[in-house]
């Protein structure tokens, strides 16, 4: 199994429409998760921490599962501008972030 | 006020050529690193160092050296370059190794 492992899509979806992507992890002793965003040719960019219990960030909700090692990012009410490849990030005990291939969203008129 | 900076931003040159890129955070983090993200898209950490001291490095050939001055600086200098190295080099901070990382704008090196 993979370290870290993304449906790599592309989703296409209408605008307004809700999307969810899933992003499973091997390693049950991983503490910290992320979600970046990566707009072509542009960096990563840290969209929002998952923490245990969850959390919201106005259209957008991460949540963690510890018992299934997978976090998901639930996108609703999508907008043209969501467009991007999403990236999980989960901490390795070597001390560094291990990034998965990333889903590419693309949200359409 | 850019947080994360990489100089330059774009470098071509020939094969065998020796280069270097250049990192700086103004954020006040301990630990940096250098990615590399290739055609695929795939982000791969290659070092990191945390307080100027290296505590990763991911079978990086050792054409491939970083050097940290001081924390608030991780260069990266690459030996005697191969096709394969040609990719977007990504360098990024974050306050311990395993928070949040913020990623400098990318350098995308093209070796001819």
């Known amino acids: 199994r993979k370290e870290v492992e993304q449906d790599p899509g592309p989703f296409n979806v209408p605008e307004g429409a809700t999307v969810a992507f899933n992003c499973t992890y091997s390693?049950?002793?991983?503490?910290?998760f992320f979600w970046y965003r990566q707009d072509c040719r542009k960096e990563p960019k840290l969209l929002m921490s998952?923490?245990?219990s969850g959390n919201e960030d106005g259209r957008f909700t991460a949540q963690l599962n510890r018992a299934s090692q997978y976090i998901s990012l639930l996108i609703r009410d999508s907008k043209l501008s969501d467009s991007a490849t999403y990236l999980c990030?989960?901490?390795?005990?070597?001390?560094?972030?291990?990034f998965g291939k990333g889903t590419k969203l693309s949200v359409k008129p | 006020d850019t947080a994360v900076s990489q100089t330059p931003k774009y470098l071509v040159t020939q094969m065998g050529n020796d280069k270097s890129i250049k990192c700086e955070q103004n954020?006040?983090?301990?630990?940096m690193y250098w990615y590399k993200q290739d055609s695929k898209k795939f982000l791969k950490i290659m070092f990191s160092?945390?307080?100027?001291?290296?505590?990763i490095n991911e079978t990086v050939p050792n054409r491939f050296s970083p050097k940290s001055p001081d924390k608030a600086h991780l260069n990266l200098h690459i030996n005697s370059l191969e096709l394969g190295d040609s990719a977007v080099y990504f360098c990024?901070?974050?306050?311990?190794?395993?928070?949040?990382?913020?990623f400098g704008p990318g350098t995308r090196l093209t070796v001819l």
């Open positions: 390693n049950s002793a991983s503490q910290s």
């Open positions: 954020l006040g983090h301990d630990t």
């Open positions: 990024a901070s974050s306050p311990i190794p395993v928070s949040e990382q913020f």
């Open positions: 160092y945390n307080n100027k001291e290296l505590i």
């Open positions: 998952v923490y245990s």
């Open positions: 990030a989960v901490s390795r005990s070597q001390g560094n972030l291990i």
